[in-house]
């Protein structure tokens, strides 16, 4: 029974999480080629590389220290959308997660939602509009849901990770309706969204590291 997330496993999500989008590089950018202008890939191997970068200087004690210097990294370093957007998701889960050690499931859930709650409030999206919002909604839904049924942290970050995975597959019929995909209306149909292939990262990551903490 895994009942809480440490520092350090939140530490370890991130360096995965980085790890994941530049395995995903070229996946990203070829997302991205088909509906936006090929940059996902590049946006977010930057941002997370200056992540990777600010956290070799020593490991933050705190969750809310940790999860804001990588929110401010992703925030300075990357110039296109998804990074105010993501940065805004990791500073606000950690101002939610506070100045502690460790987070139990329904701290680390309110964090996360808080975060979620973020993306929504800087990028004004709502479920459809083919984003990183469709991904990130479900995945916050599935990991409450899961807790409130009584999961450990293991068996919700798994639920949520699902979640999303699914959330970023239904995002292949849908017309985008915000960001530059929308320049395509009709045309961005049939595609997975960049941003959502990216989120589903972010919670496959999550659910490893809590898996393997
Ligand atoms: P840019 O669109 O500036 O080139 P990226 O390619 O890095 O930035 O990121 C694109 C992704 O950002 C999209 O696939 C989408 O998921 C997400 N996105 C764009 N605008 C919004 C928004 N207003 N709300 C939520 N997510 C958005
Ligand atoms: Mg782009």
Redesign the pocket.
Known sequence: MTDSITTATLQDWITRFGAAVAEKRDWLTEL?SAI??A??GA??TRGMSAVAEKLSGGAPATADELLKSVGMTLVSS?G???GP?YGTFFLRTGMTAGAVTELDAVGLAAALRAGFEG?VAR???EAGDK???DAMSPAVDALDAAIAGGGDLVEASKAAAVAAANGRDATLPLVAR????SYLGERSAGHL????ASTALLFETLAAAIAES
């Not at 969204?193 to 959502?196: E, Q």
């Open positions: 991205d936006g202008d940059d996902h946006n977010m990357v296109g959308a998804s957007l993306v990028g004004k999206a984003t990183m919002f915000k960001g530059r995909a969204d960049p941003g959502a």
